[in-house]
């Protein structure tokens, strides 16, 4: 049997393993908006002018992911499904400094 | 009373403002002072540390190889589900900066057109990157394979104008991880 996260099982396939998908129940999606503080945007802006990973922005891309990853399960729930397949991530950089991650899959239900 | 009252409702803000003029003023002549030698760091041992993380890369790469027989790593879809015994999806990323010398270069080079190779040495190390932490990641949870493998690339920076802020290249790797019950 596949783990569960909350109770529902995600996937980045088209199929869970192990189980039978017996209904969809549409996409569910997640999203979040988030910045770092002022603060970490100028040692960023220092560290980018030597150049290398920028540390602070991947930590902040990780955490916002986790929250729209956690959003898209709460959705999910909320629909009466117990999995998603097909998970897809999206990032977009709406404004300077703030980023969007978006995260989307199916509601499936199992049997 | 009065003289007091007229002195703390203009000074204070005066006061305010004086300070964060006096403070913009030191940033920015320590920040002039400081950038060409920052710049000329950045310029000198830019090559140098990225073929250190490559070598460095390679060695990890032969060690998770090692640990694992064979890629953990495939876009595939699951051929025989009935073997697995447990399954997650695990994400992980990097943001990787091109130092301003970089930029620079890469501006020179797009005057010219054509291929940009600084960036894409610095964007093809950092998939490369990508693609082992992922390995790591997998094999620290104790999965014996990741299925169907994505990429994702995006711009994120906090530019403000040409030369502020930073500007910053992600690479976004993701996938299932999945245990076997009897791996063959």
Redesign the interface.
Known sequence: MPSTVDGIYVVSTETIPGLIIKDQLGVVSGSTVRAKNVVRDFTQMLKNIVGGELPQYTELLVESRNEAFTRMVADAKARGANGVVNLRFATSAVSPGAAELFCYGTAVVTE | MSELLFYAVCGIPLLLLVLWGVFWTIYGVLFSIA?PF??L??AL??SS?RKEWQKKLIIRERQTLSKTGKDVLSMD??RR??N??????I????????????QLVAAIYMLFGGSVDVYRDLIALGRSEVFQRLREMATDKGYDAV??V?L?T???????GKT?????I?I?A???G?KLDNPA
Do not use: A, C, N
């Open positions: 950038y920052m710049f760091y950045g041992t830019g540390k879809k699951l589900p009935q697995v015994s447990e399954s997650g999806v994400w992980t990323s990097i943001v990787i900066g091109p130092s301003h010398w970089q299925i169907g994505r994702d995006s711009m994120i920076g906090t530019h403000r502020q802020g930073s500007k910053g992600e976004f993701y996938g299932t999945i």
